[in-house]
């Protein structure tokens, strides 16, 4: 923990504040065309076409890869996706879904009184 405080200590006294952190790290915010431009050329040099994409005003995280009516789909959070840090956000969901898929016949769903959770090797090559 006093770790985790002196690195926020310093990062501030560097900064000033989170917001400026962004700005100087992460770059100017994109526009929702910019950032559908920048994920449609990502996923067709992915070869995941299939993949819809949706930008959102109520997502809590950054981005998430779900299934919406059975489709997979990358939720993006809108207004608050930097220049800098889209690639590497992208190859985070994309290549986390990618894992989960190719994993999928050794997953083991382990069920228990409070929640299920599920059990990934982790093999991520083909």
Request: aromatic share 8%.
């Amino acid at each position: 923990m006093f770790q985790a405080i002196k690195i926020i200590e310093t990062a501030l006294k560097k900064h000033r504040s989170y917001d400026d952190y962004e700005d100087k790290a992460g770059g100017r915010k994109l526009t929702n065309c910019e950032i559908l431009d920048i994920v449609r050329t990502f996923l067709k040099e992915e070869n995941m076409n299939e993949v819809q994409i949706q930008i959102s005003n109520d997502l809590v995280a950054r981005a998430a890869m779900t299934r919406i009516r059975g489709q997979p789909t990358i939720q993006i959070q809108s207004g608050n996706i930097r220049e800098k840090w889209i690639s590497g956000m992208l190859r985070h969901e994309i290549g986390n879904a990618k894992c989960f898929l190719y994993n999928r016949p050794a997953t083991v769903i382990r069920l228990s009184s409070s929640s299920p959770s599920f059990i990934i090797p982790f093999v991520c090559s083909h």
